[in-house]
């Protein structure tokens, strides 16, 4: 992928932002009948000005990046995307899965697994220290937020 | 006029716990103070409401502050604040007079700010009184030149600030119609009839986005190698000894910090440039000449203050800090404005006197504890980065108190990551959200109060006018050699 495909194909996922919003107002608005009249009962008015305004933003940007980007540079391909950024991703979808886990397995649970194999992607390996740290930092947190700030913390949903 | 009140004990104890905390947040590449004000806010959320905005304050004036201390020993600016710090505090460290050089930068910060706060203590009720006069139009005008000045002022094209701007003010039109009361752009779903809140918007743009790209760089098992100083308590009085150079920084500072969206990064760099050319030894700049530090330190602590003055006196923050600060006050159960200076001007003064200690505390601590600092320089990021996830998480929990929310700190990331991998700013985004609400409203208010005539933006003089200067500001950005652009992206890069 080049750059320039690579800017042009973020400015269309930008613009189906503003899609989004005239489809919404010419169904849903209109249904409810709050897309058209005074600026009290029209809730279309504010949304549609900036959805209308975006739009053309994207298409002077877009007609920008073909006449600016003048040497168009090579992107790295997904193999080498991947060996370079293949820690991140690895920490991503950990952070995803804590989310998850955060409902059904609840705070106590779910953050001393997350916090160790974040920690064992990253490249930490001392194995009494990842225990260490993933406990104490757990601990930590446990304390600061139910015990200092009387936060009800999750206790997973999978627990009832 | 308002008046500086005492603070409690415990604001006190709060303010000197956030800069201290702020110090420590600043020191660490790729933190600054706007994630610790986004991490404290669920802390803040329990508290007294003043001790709360206490914490917050303190960890903005510290943290803006603290990146100045990786600048000077490891040419790192801990935040892009600090980027004109390391031009002169550097070399000075490089020939061996780092406790010089921190410690012009820790004096000159503290007075820098004090001077800042002299003008936002004097400065905001008198805009704030002057700003209750105004109607719909007016503050319609003025949050419209507030978006306009963000994403002119914005890293990268004018045209991807305002796009960036665009996007923010229609997340902000999520949820509840303000008039009509329909349920705008949910999606038919449950999880967006709230609309998104600032919390985990803003820790998903900054904090996991930026420790995920800190992952791809790398590094995570190196400490960074800083050595570490003491510093000697007299070199406040050579500090004060150069008051010019720190009473024209810090009017600098304050004033370009009152424009929304100048920011320090700003400040910094027009302050030196005001040192180096009004100096008899401008050559000696950038070689480790103690004003070139004094300067910068001076202008972007002082920016702190301007900074607050259109944020209290308008409600129109002036950078993601001041944005979050907002939202703090209004998660607090207070609306922020210049009707708060008369419902509840005991928020106001404990502000003002949580930002003057703010400051005597930053002296404080700046002197005393940069050993510890550097400590916490030293910390390796394989063990910060897993507790700032967690603490993302549990934090945006602590605020929104919903599991749901939770999805939009990642949704929030991956849009960060694309949004810097294509040059588009971050700021306008965090900032529009806020701005996005007064924005509607008043304009649907003005066209209520108009009966949908649209010349009421135009035969009013005050909107009228703010109206042309962002007009002409956005036309002139927008043509090559815009000043406030190439002093912002020489900060950023």
């Not at chain 1, 920490?91 to 160790?116: H, K, Q």
């Not at chain 2, 002169?88 to 921190?102: K, S």
């Not at chain 2, 008039?179 to 809140?197: D, K, P, S, V």
């Not at chain 2, 070689?287 to 004094?294: A, Y």
Request: aromatic share 12%.
């Amino acid at each position: 992928m080049t750059n320039r495909f690579g800017q042009l194909a973020f400015i269309i996922i930008l613009a189906a932002i503003p899609v989004f919003v005239f489809y919404d107002i010419g169904t849903r608005f209109a249904a409810e009948g709050v897309d058209t009249g005074s600026a009290e009962n029209n809730a279309a008015m504010y949304p549609r000005l900036v959805a209308v305004l975006m739009a053309v933003l994207l298409a002077i940007q877009a007609f920008r990046t073909f006449t600016h980007i003048s040497e168009d540079e090579l992107w790295p391909g997904i193999n080498e995307f991947v060996r370079v950024h293949g820690r991140a991703i690895t920490a991503f979808f950990l952070f995803l899965f804590y989310i998850w886990g955060f409902r059904w397995f609840g705070f106590v649970y779910s953050t001393p697994i997350f916090l160790f194999l974040t920690q064992l992607v990253l490249g930490y390996r001392n194995p009494v220290g990842l225990v260490v740290y993933s406990g104490g930092v757990t601990a930590a947190v446990y304390y600061a937020f139910a015990k200092i700030l009387n936060l009800a913390l999750p206790a997973g949903d999978f627990f009832g | 006029m308002l008046d500086l009140i005492p603070l409690t004990l415990g604001q006190v104890g709060f303010t000197a716990l956030g800069v201290f905390m702020g110090i420590i947040i600043g020191v660490m590449p790729g933190l600054g103070p706007l994630l610790g004000m986004v991490l404290l806010i669920p802390f803040a959320m329990y508290m007294e409401p003043v001790a709360g905005l206490s914490l917050l304050i303190g960890v903005f004036v510290g943290g803006t502050f603290g990146g100045a201390v990786t600048a000077i020993l490891l040419r790192i600016p801990g935040t892009p604040i600090a980027a004109a710090t390391l031009l002169d505090g550097y070399p000075m460290a490089q020939q061996g007079r780092e406790r010089d050089a921190l410690g012009f930068a820790v004096a000159a910060s503290a007075v820098g700010g004090f001077v800042g706060g002299l003008y936002l203590v004097l400065g905001a009720p008198i805009l704030a009184s002057f700003a209750l006069k105004f109607a719909p139009p007016e503050y319609f005008a003025l949050a419209f030149a507030g978006i306009v000045c963000i994403a002119i002022v914005s890293r990268g094209s004018t045209i991807k600030g305002l796009i960036v701007g665009c996007l923010g003010l229609l997340i902000a039109t999520i949820g509840i119609d303000p008039f009509a009361f329909f349920y705008r752009f949910n999606m038919e779903t449950q999880w967006l009839i709230g609309g998104i809140g600032i919390v985990p918007l803003v820790l998903g743009l900054f904090a996991v986005s930026e420790m995920l790209y800190q992952i791809s760089a790398g590094n995570l098992d190196k400490g960074a190698g800083a050595r570490s100083v003491m510093l000697p308590p007299s070199i406040v009085i050579d500090t004060v000894k150069r008051w010019i150079n720190i009473l024209r920084s810090g009017s600098i500072g304050t004033f370009i910090g009152a424009l929304p969206g100048a920011g320090s990064v700003i400040a910094a760099f027009v302050s030196y440039a005001a040192a180096k050319s009004s100096s008899k030894e401008p050559e000696s700049f950038g070689q480790g000449n103690p004003d070139g530090v004094i300067a910068t330190e001076a202008a972007n602590n002082a920016c702190c203050g301007g900074t607050l003055i259109p944020s209290l006196a308008l409600a129109l923050p002036g950078d993601p800090c001041t944005a979050v600060l907002l939202a703090a006050i209004l998660l607090l159960g207070f609306i922020p404005g210049p009707q708060l200076f008369t419902d509840s001007p005991e928020v106001i003064t404990g502000i003002f006197s949580s930002y003057m200690a703010a400051n005597v505390f930053l002296l404080i601590f700046g002197l005393l504890l940069v050993p510890i600092f550097v400590w916490f320089v030293n910390i390796r990021k394989v063990f910060l980065i897993p507790v700032i996830f967690v603490l993302c998480v549990v934090g945006s929990f602590g605020v929104t108190n919903s599991l749901q929310d939770l999805w939009f700190i990642p949704i929030f990331a991956i849009l960060a990551l694309l949004l810097m991998k294509f040059d588009y700013p971050l700021a306008p985004l965090t900032i529009a959200p806020v701005l996005g609400p007064i924005l509607e409203e008043n304009f649907r208010r003005s066209l209520i109060m108009s009966a949908d005539d649209v010349s009421i933006f135009f035969t009013r003089p005050i909107c009228t006018t703010i109206l042309v200067i962002s007009a002409v500001a956005l036309i002139m950005s927008l043509l090559p050699g815009n000043a406030l652009k190439r002093f912002s992206q020489k900060g950023t890069n």
